[in-house]
């Protein structure tokens, strides 16, 4: 079966724009999990889409935001870029809650802000 | 809040060692923890996934453990090979929380 599908691969934006990522998860999984991962900071969860409804938040401000459509593919967005957004943003895809079943990322979108 | 450690960030070994990579963390109260690996510049590949209500889980020359009690897993890795070198990264899912927390990871170089 495919697996967790992230595009773009790779992407350089300029301070001040906007960025929309994509997932694809796994069929049938509705939770859809998003990541930052930093040389410094490791990986830190930014948002959990389960059914369309954001489940759960980490700490990020609130340029970093999401979506998730009925098909549960999901979007995340990023306003106003700054350097610091450089990193490589992953998405996960889980059966159900609890990550019961574990999870499964996607290869990941590498994000250079310049 | 959940915290969760690795040490050593880095490990190198020659090729045939059996080898634990060692991961704690500060709150018992886990759904699961999952092992993961990571190739330089690539995703996280799932190893294994092991239940809060398990102790052990095996996968080929994988094996990891959890002590819950004791806020430890290690994942116990036979027979190494060059292939074998990547970074491991173990997480866990806390509470009611759908999240994983995650170490900072272990770099392991296999040296043929």
């Known amino acids: 079966k495919a697996g967790v599908t992230q595009t773009p691969r790779y992407l350089i934006k300029t301070r001040g724009q906007q960025v929309t990522l994509s997932c694809s998860p796994i069929?049938?999984?509705?939770?859809v999990s998003w990541y930052q991962q930093t040389p410094g900071q490791g990986l830190q969860f930014l948002f959990e889409?389960?059914?369309?409804?954001?489940?759960n938040k980490g700490n990020f401000p609130g340029r970093f935001s999401g979506r998730q459509f009925s098909n549960s593919r999901s979007e995340m967005n990023v306003s106003t870029l700054e350097l610091g957004d450089s990193a490589l943003y992953l998405c996960?895809?889980?059966?159900?809650?609890?990550?019961?079943?574990?999870?499964?990322f996607g290869s990941g979108t590498r994000l250079t802000v310049v | 809040k959940q915290e969760v450690t690795q040490i050593p960030a880095a490990l190198s070994v020659p090729e045939g060692e059996n080898l634990v990579l060692n991961c704690s963390f500060t709150?018992?109260?886990?759904?699961?923890l999952q092992w993961f690996r990571q190739d330089p510049g690539k995703g996280l590949t799932s190893l294994l996934l092991?239940?809060?209500?398990?102790r052990e889980q095996t996968s080929g020359r994988l094996n990891a453990s959890l002590d819950k009690s004791s806020g430890r897993s290690t994942l116990y890795i036979a027979a190494s090979q060059p292939g074998d070198s990547a970074t491991y990264l173990c997480?866990?899912?806390?509470?009611?929380?759908?999240?994983?927390?995650f170490g900072k990871g272990i770099t392991l170089s296999v040296r043929p």
């Open positions: 092991i239940q809060s209500s398990q």
């Open positions: 709150d018992s109260a886990i759904y699961n």
């Open positions: 069929s049938g999984h509705r939770s």
């Open positions: 889409y389960f059914s369309e409804t954001q489940r």
């Open positions: 997480a866990v899912v806390t509470g009611a929380n759908s999240k994983l927390t």
């Open positions: 996960a895809s889980s059966l159900g809650g609890q990550g019961v079943y574990g999870y499964t």
